[in-house]
């Protein structure tokens, strides 16, 4: 039996729908990546170190990612069978993920932000590049959680970086937390969390104060703005807050916010177009899991 989702999760879901009708097939796939956060597949996963990870890099560097394929198959074929159903372009969505494209290949170029890989796979299936790169996205979300509940006791004590410590993808937004404004930044696709300097361009490292600035909007809720940084070009949405959001709810974040980019990218600012750091990591197959009673809790 499914998980039912928590009723905040839940109830932001069907207000964001209402608000964006435009948006239902995406958020019934949403939803079910939610969803496919809790299922008891992501528990069988182990991890193991194989190569030597640099200081700078993320946790996922140099691991090994060990999980039976089979299941993992049938989670992406639901995917896809809801995006075609959703969605209606069967040519697209049905080819992305079903015409023979390997599906640890797969994950492991999204994880990676192997966008070279990821185009070489879909021409190899004769699929669209965005529809596969969009259902690999939310197919390894479940994944990268589950890694970072595995990794959370190795996290630094300090991360200085603006991409994420344990998937490397750049951060997502920021929280300025509590009544002290402790900025911590957000991982969109592990949900991670990370304290951070104020001011401090998250991708450039910048931190003279007259070259970083808040765009705020005229109408609209006063606890969002908008980090900028004049150095690289870069910007950060920054949600005020009494306290951080749970892992699954900063996919929320970062889509209910979107006018903020809308506002960031027409006064020319814009995300990296690079990924913040290409992890080294391995995607393996399990013969077999071990009985329930004797899997490791996440």
Known sequence: MRTALPPVIRSRLEAFAQQHPEWRSWLVLLQDTLHGMDDPLWTTLELHPWGRR??????????????????????????????????????????????????????????????????????????????????????????????????????PPVWAQGYCPYCGAWAALAELRGLERTRHLRCGCCGAAWRTDWLRCSFCGETRHERLAFLVLEEGRKTHSVETCSTCQGYMKALTTLQGASPPAVILDDMETVELDVVALERGYARPSQPGYCVNLRLVERSRSWPSFLRRSP
């Open 54 to 155: 640099p200081a700078s890099a993320p946790l996922l560097d140099g691991v090994e990612l060990s999980i039976e394929k089979s299941p993992v198959q049938t989670w992406m074929r639901r995917l896809s069978v809801i995006a075609e159903r959703e969605i209606g372009d069967r040519a697209v969505w049905s080819a992305a993920a079903l015409n023979g494209i390997d599906v640890f290949a797969l994950l492991e170029a999204t994880i990676q932000q192997d966008f070279a890989r990821l185009q070489a796979l879909a021409a190899a299936a004769r699929a669209s590049m965005q529809a596969l790169q969009a259902l690999a996205q939310l197919a390894a979300t479940p994944l990268l959680h589950a890694c970072r509940r595995r990794l959370a006791d190795a996290l």
